[in-house]
Each structure stands twice: as C-alpha cells, then as structure tokens.
C-alpha cells in the first residue's frame, strides 16, 4: 500500500557532504512522522532524525552536521548531512508514519542506501 524509496547514497571523503532523499508513494491519507535511521555493521539501527508536525529531532552524533527537511515535491523529504566522519558509515533508512487512506496507522521502511564515508 505504501512504499518508500531512497537515494542519494554513496562513496564520500571525510569531511564531505551527502544529500540522501526519501520518496514515498501509494495510498496515502497523511504522514504524521518522517525520519532517517542508519544501521552499521554490528551495530543496532538507530535514529539520525525526524521531523513531525512540532518540528525536528536529532541524534547527538549528528546535531550541528545534519538538517533533514521536507521535499519540494508532495510526499518527499531529505536529510542532508555535512563534515561527515568514517563513523557516519552505515547504511540508511527512510521511514515514515503514514496514515493510509483507509485510515489505518503504520511505520513503513525504505529498502535502505549505503553511505560509506572514507578516503
């Protein structure tokens, strides 16, 4: 019913920057949460950020580096992420809370886009 699809990922150099968007289709009634998460190897999948309708949330390891935001197209958004580290390397989810159009709540996952940060 509702499928979210990433891109953006990549090869980067320390201190690089990345523009990972999200885009999320299907029947679509309203999103109340939009967010990144990022899975590295050995490491449980953890929140970079979101955004909701009281504004945005940041994980203390990217605060100052990251800025997500929503899409100038209708259902999309984006994280941005700069002076990126070899800890960055990971790879990253989009997720959204989607209310659907037969009014039903639910998270949905994106198939997830690698970032490795390295020289």
């Known amino acids: 019913q509702v499928r979210l699809v990433e891109s953006g990922g990549g090869l980067v150099q320390p201190g690089g920057s990345l523009r990972l968007s999200c885009a999320i289709s299907?029947?679509?009634?309203?999103?109340?949460?939009m967010g990144w998460y990022r899975q590295a190897p050995g490491k449980q999948r953890e929140l970079v950020a979101h955004?909701?309708?009281?504004?945005?949330n940041y994980a203390d390891s990217v605060k100052g580096r990251a800025t997500i935001s929503r899409g100038n197209a209708k259902n999309t958004f984006g994280l941005q992420i700069n002076s990126l580290k070899p800890e960055d390397t990971a790879v990253y989810y989009c997720n959204a809370h989607v209310i659907t159009t037969d009014l039903r709540g639910d998270d949905y996952w994106g198939q997830g886009t690698q970032v490795t940060v390295s020289s």
């Open positions: 299907g029947s679509i009634f309203s999103i109340r949460v």
């Open positions: 955004i909701t309708e009281g504004g945005t």
